[in-house]
């Protein structure tokens, strides 16, 4: 970035279901190119360009989504304060700004990330999902066993190697750190998986869902998924959970002081590797 | 019904953004429709025909509608188990039949119902409503006052001629007992009306938000919408609020001795006027 420019930061939620994904495919819509379009015509300029912390799969959904971009110090001081509101005009009703804010140049939405968190809903109704619930809910309408799916997940926390829950990709680790992997039942039915790591390979959330979900039918021991672990290539017996039930909820970064050593480690350990779902 | 005829309740949920509301129409898509249709199949019989307890208009959804039909007996014993499994099969996704039960010969979805409770969620995120909840949530932007809403929503409580707040249809009476009216804004931010009266008229529900909401945005007095209840006819000063945001939530039935009792009554009041949103 320039020295007079302002780094900002852009809290994101959008629905999946007719989007390709994040990323920017040509002839494809998606999420970054509606975004990055919107900013060109709010802010009058010939481009926008957006790095981001999760480059989600097409029809995975966010709620706490991050990303980030460079702007002339003069232009975000004019249309700072109108920023989001004046998106809410032209973006399409299923991706949202939530928030605009200047940042100190060391943030980098993708690279000073601790931690992703994800959710992934599952309704096991034998009516089916809910209608108003049903896009970002799977619909599996067979009977879950949420105790042994919870126990399951508890199994894979930690440090570990997650290669056979990774799609290949290309040479980053699959060295990840599971912090989180709760699953409960909500008091209206619903299964809600949470899962946070410092950061996750290709597809290893619905990759841990489907895992859990073979647990949860009775196909699976309580301690199948986490035997997988001593793999070192992905698992052909790991189905892959569909998109549709999958949402980005939140993203964690360090105190200001810390964005710069964090960003500098993060780079070290995984270079070029998809830091994505 | 005939004597070795059985009663069938229904609970029926529905996205209704898609539907051009619940009653039959000719070359549109409605709720009843598309269940009758299923039925039918699921059944092998010509033609199922259903009797619903609020028939909502085109946008509205339901997460509890309640309906009936009337089924030969042995057709229940045999049909009947995998009646609410055999419908997930075949409805489309945005309708479910959530239980289907047999109830005694006096149970009436419409005439039975001793209350219906509506929800309408408002966002008034200046960003927009969330992508996930946009189909249900109306998109409002400009800040509302949620303690000057629910307390404009206390002062319309009980029994009263909501002839301001209804669409003229037939001579069926105005008068309503308003029993539950309480505005909250929820921990997303998102607020919530929870609307309860024994029966509504046409376009009640979104009368009174549209009310609320001239309260909310400090265009009227906190004891406006209640001023109205004076008026015999319909007020040209209440905007009724767009359906997308109302979902009929539950309907309440009488124990069932006390069932036979409750339609007599109900239909000597209301005669043939519409029960419904």
Known sequence: MADRDVRVRLDIAYDGTDFSGWATQPGRRTVQAELEQALATVLRVPAARLTVAGRTDAGVHATGQVAHLDLAAELWTEAGPKLVRRLAGVLPADVRV??????PAEFDARFAGLWRRYEYRISDDPSGASPLHRR?????????????????????LGLRDFAAFCKWRDTGTTIRTLEVFDVTRLPDGEIRAEVQADAFCHSMVRSLIGGLLAVGEGRKDVDWPASLLTRT??????AVAPAHGLTLVA???PPDDELAARTKRTRAIRGAHEVEE
Chains 1, 2 share one sequence.
């Open 136 to 156: 970002f809910v799977l619909d599996h309408r067979r009977a879950l066993d949420v105790p042994a799916m919870a126990a399951a997940a508890k199994l894979l």
């Open 251 to 253: 993203v964690g970064y």
């Open 98 to 103: 939530r928030a605009a804010t200047a940042v």
């Open 233 to 238: 290539s992905r698992s052909d017996e790991v």
